[in-house]
C-alpha cells in the first residue's frame, strides 16, 4: 500500500484527535495546548496515541508521550515514525 | 500459561478486598499476546445479591465492570511486575461498556483483558466477560496507575 502524504496523513490526524478530544476541528490548531488550551487530559492523549498506533500500524515509545503538547507534536511524531520508517 | 498465580497472590497485587474481590483465579497468561483470562464464581453467597435483586439475584451490570477492572490489574502486574509489587493506586479513568446477557447465581464468569496499550503510568484494555463461552458483557477501559507518595 502507498504512504500516505503528509497533507492527507495531518487530515487524518486532525480528525481522530477532533473525535477522541471531543474539540471541534476548528478549534483544533495546530499550536493550541492540549492541556491548557484544549482541556484534553491524560487519559485522552493515551487513547489518542493507542488509536494512531492502531490505525497506522507503529508504536509510540512511551519516552515520546511527554513531549505530545499540540497537535503539531503529533504531526511530527507521525512524520518521523509513519513517512521515514 | 507463563506463570502461576494463586489466591495469595492475587490478594498481593490487588488492592480490593473481600467483600470486593472479584478475581477467584487466574485461568490463562499469555504475556507475548498481552492477555490474561480470570475466573469469578457468581454464588448465592455473593454479599451483593442480598439487595440485587431479592428472589432475583443478577449480578450487577457495575460489578461485572470492577471485575473486569480487577483483570485488568493482573494483566498490568504480568507485563508490568516491577510496578506492580509496589502497590501503587490504580484509577478507572474511562469505560465503555456493553451488557448482552444476565449474570446469574452458578455462573462462572470468564474475564478476557487483552493489553491495547499498557504504559509505566496507565493502560488501555478491551475486556470481555463470558458464561460457557458466550459474551455476556463487553468494554474497553482505560486506567492510570499512579504510586502512592
Known amino acids: 500500500m502507498p504512504k500516505k502524504n ?18 471541534s476541528e476548528d478549534e483544533l490548531k495546530e499550536d493550541a495546548r492540549f492541556t491548557e488550551d484544549l482541556g484534553i487530559d491524560s487519559m485522552m492523549a493515551l487513547e489518542i496515541i493507542a ?9 509510540i515509545p512511551e519516552e515520546k508521550i511527554p513531549t505530545i503538547r499540540s497537535l503539531k507534536n503529533v504531526y511530527d511524531l ?8 | ?4 498465580w494463586d489466591i495469595n497472590k492475587i490478594q498481593q497485587i490487588l488492592p480490593q478486598k473481600y467483600p470486593f474481590l472479584f478475581i477467584d483465579s487466574v485461568i490463562d497468561i499469555n504475556k507475548q499476546e498481552k492477555k490474561v ?15 440485587h435483586f431479592p428472589n432475583n439475584p443478577v449480578m450487577p451490570g457495575a460489578l461485572i465492570i470492577e471485575a473486569m477492572a480487577q483483570a485488568s490489574i493482573i494483566l498490568y502486574a504480568v507485563l508490568k511486575p516491577g510496578v506492580a509489587e509496589k502497590h501503587p493506586d490504580y484509577y478507572l479513568g474511562k469505560v465503555e461498556a456493553k451488557f448482552l446477557k444476565p449474570v446469574r447465581v452458578g455462573d462462572q464468569l470468564i474475564l478476557e483483558v487483552s493489553g491495547e496499550k499498557i504504559l509505566g503510568n496507565a ?3 478491551k475486556a470481555q466477560a463470558k ?11 482505560v486506567f ?6
Do not use: H, Q, R
Not at chain 1, 51 to 59: A, F, R, W
Open chain 1, 6 to 23: 503528509i497533507e492527507e496523513l495531518k487530515k487524518e490526524i486532525k480528525k481522530l484527535v477532533s473525535e477522541i478530544a471531543e474539540v
Open chain 1, 51 to 59: 488509536s494512531l498506533e492502531k490505525k497506522y500500524k507503529l508504536i
Open chain 1, 78 to 85: 507521525l512524520e518521523e515514525l509513519y513517512l521515514k520508517e
Open chain 2, 1 to 4: 500459561m507463563d506463570e502461576t
Open chain 2, 37 to 51: 483470562a480470570c475466573l469469578k464464581n457468581v454464588t448465592i453467597n455473593d454479599y451483593f445479591f442480598e439487595g
Open chain 2, 123 to 125: 493502560g488501555i484494555v
Open chain 2, 131 to 141: 458464561v460457557l463461552n458466550e459474551i455476556v458483557a463487553e468494554a474497553e477501559i
Open chain 2, 144 to 149: 492510570g496507575v499512579k504510586p502512592k507518595e
